[in-house]
């Protein structure tokens, strides 16, 4: 590419040669999506000659484009766990959706400064429109639902906890915790998301102040237990001023009893937060959508789209029915700000960010070009080959030790119960590359967990997950 300007003038290249720079890189794409499923998983990794190659660029002078994204993909091939592989079966990293890649390429090109309405008002109302649709679709009234996108589920939460403090002691923003008379305390389930730990540290109310609750015996969270612990924790002179409830646990996939603990809250005053990052997809699925019963009695929801919603990283929601609340938590004038726009709401002043990226992008082209309809019909084909996996998986021999509908399938091995088998297990699978599965603790059991999170994934990777499972028993036993 000789006649590719370099150096500053690289910043913006004449016509022909960046159309042929996005011709390539559009190539490149095209190599990835349709030669995924024959590369591994994950392969292990040569920690010094990874950082060999990477610190060959000393950005000392201008290097060609082509070659410098050539040698980095091959980077990526070489040195990721490809959550984009249809037989990644981990966490809640999903392949993400072409109009989702497409969504986030226009958000660069246009850069949207999402602080100020009336700096993008386009964007500003698309991820508006978006919040009063997941919002609606959640139980809440659609003309209510306030919010933010947020990079992900845990600046929602966090966002969560900032709007409850607010509101539970309305001098918390102006005097923080020196104006209780007490400490703060919240709950969550044992099984929850443990970024509640970080929370509380930068909230100020300590890490001590997070009380994880026992779970039950279908692994949600212990509503009778907990009682006793705000009981408790009252008597002792603390102060419980928030419950979360998990819609969609990460290591087992379960929902929390959601109108118990709205209940349990009403009568104790307490507030009520929804961890439905991954688990609040399901809303879009007629058949999957009743799981999810109760939630629309949370004060704020979390939801993640960069989960089931398969939109490419971070693209994290905090929904709620309390616009005044959260302006109440984030407003803040200042003279170099442009003024409000009449019946319009600046992004900065209800979220925890200031200037950010237009994260709503990517959702609101997918869903748009996708349909609920088609969203839903791919959750439901997800449930149905967890299912088709759960019947396999107890055919030969192992024992599901998980309840929910959601295509989270946590599994153990009756003949050998430890932690070490279960570990071997894992790790002999995804070290031969063929699957992407990790050992998981439930309530203390060793056990291991598949979730059913991307699109390409098809009933003959299902059946390859079993045979490598069966496979490494056989090699640990």
């Given at each position: 590419m000789d006649d590719l300007p370099v150096g500053r003038a690289s910043f913006d290249?004449?016509?022909?040669?960046?159309?042929?720079?996005?011709?390539?890189?559009?190539?490149?794409?095209?190599d990835e999506r349709e030669r995924i499923a024959e590369?591994?998983?994950?392969?292990?990794?040569?920690?010094?000659?990874?950082?060999?190659?990477?610190?060959?660029?000393?950005f000392d002078r201008p290097a060609d484009p082509e070659a410098v994204i050539d040698e980095v993909a091959e980077l990526l091939r070489a040195a990721t766990v490809h959550t984009t592989h249809p037989r990644y079966f981990g966490l809640f990293n999903p392949t993400p959706t072409l109009m989702g890649i497409i969504g986030e390429t226009l958000a660069a090109a246009f850069n949207p400064q999402l602080a100020a309405w009336s700096h993008a008002p386009a964007a500003a109302e698309i991820e508006a429109h978006l919040l009063r649709f997941l919002g609606g679709r959640?139980?809440?009234?659609?003309?209510?639902?306030?919010?933010?996108?947020?990079?992900?589920?845990?600046?929602?939460?966090?966002?969560?906890?900032?709007?409850?403090?607010?509101?539970?002691?309305?001098?918390?923003?102006?005097?923080?915790?020196?104006?209780?008379?007490?400490?703060p305390v919240m709950y969550?389930?044992?099984?929850?998301?443990?970024?509640?730990?970080?929370?509380?540290?930068?909230?100020?109310?300590?890490?001590?102040?997070?009380?994880l609750v026992p779970t039950g015996p279908g692994l949600g969270l212990d509503v009778p237990h907990l009682a006793r612990s705000v009981a408790a924790d009252r008597a002792n002179g603390d102060l419980p001023f928030l419950v979360v409830a998990t819609a969609g646990t990460t290591a087992a996939g379960v929902i929390d009893?959601?109108?118990?603990?709205?209940?349990?809250?009403?009568?104790?005053?307490?507030?009520?937060?929804?961890?439905?990052?991954?688990?609040?997809a399901a809303a879009l699925s007629d058949r999957l959508r009743p799981a999810l019963s109760g939630?629309?009695?949370?004060?704020?929801?979390?939801?993640?789209?960069?989960?089931?919603?398969?939109?490419?990283?971070?693209?994290?929601?905090?929904?709620?029915?309390?616009?005044?609340?959260?302006?109440?938590?984030?407003?803040?004038?200042?003279?170099?700000?442009?003024?409000?726009?009449?019946?319009?709401?600046?992004?900065?002043?209800?979220?925890?960010?200031?200037?950010?990226?237009?994260?709503?992008?990517?959702?609101?082209?997918?869903?748009?070009?996708?349909?609920?309809?088609?969203?839903?019909?791919?959750?439901?084909?997800?449930?149905?080959?967890?299912?088709?996996?759960?019947?396999a998986l107890a055919a030969t021999g192992w024992d599901i030790v998980n309840d929910t509908p959601l295509p989270v399938v946590c599994f153990a091995d009756p003949d050998n119960g430890t932690w070490e088998h279960h570990d071997a297990i894992a790790h002999q699978v995804v070290g031969g590359g063929r699957a992407w599965i990790s050992p998981v603790r439930l309530d203390g059991r060793a056990a291991l967990r598949a979730c059913v999170i991307s699109h390409r994934t098809t009933p003959a990777d299902v059946d390859e997950l079993v045979q490598a499972v069966n496979d490494a028993r056989k090699a640990a036993a």
């Open positions: 290249p004449p016509r022909q040669a960046a159309e042929r720079l996005w011709r390539h890189v559009a190539e490149l794409f095209r590369r591994a998983v994950s392969a292990p990794v040569d920690v010094p000659h990874l950082r060999a190659a990477i610190g060959a660029y000393d959640l139980g809440y009234p659609p003309e209510s639902v306030a919010g933010s996108f947020t990079s992900g589920g845990a600046e929602a939460n966090m966002t969560a906890v900032l709007l409850a403090l607010t509101r539970t002691w309305p001098r918390y923003g102006t005097e923080g915790l020196r104006a209780l008379d007490g400490r969550a389930s044992a099984e929850s998301h443990l970024a509640w730990l970080k929370i509380a540290h930068a909230t100020g109310i300590g890490r001590d102040a997070v009380r009893p959601l109108h118990e603990l709205a209940d349990l809250c009403g009568d104790l005053g307490l507030r009520l937060h929804a961890d439905a990052a991954y688990g609040g939630i629309e009695r949370a004060d704020s929801i979390t939801l993640d789209a960069h989960k089931w919603l398969s939109v490419p990283m971070g693209a994290g929601a905090l929904l709620s029915t309390d616009a005044e609340g959260l302006a109440e938590t984030f407003r803040v004038t200042t003279s170099y700000m442009p003024a409000d726009v009449p019946d319009t709401v600046d992004p900065y002043t209800s979220g925890q960010q200031w200037s950010r990226r237009f994260m709503g992008l990517k959702l609101f082209l997918s869903l748009a070009v996708a349909g609920r309809a088609g969203y839903a019909e791919q959750f439901e084909h997800d449930a149905r080959l967890a299912d088709d996996l759960r019947g």
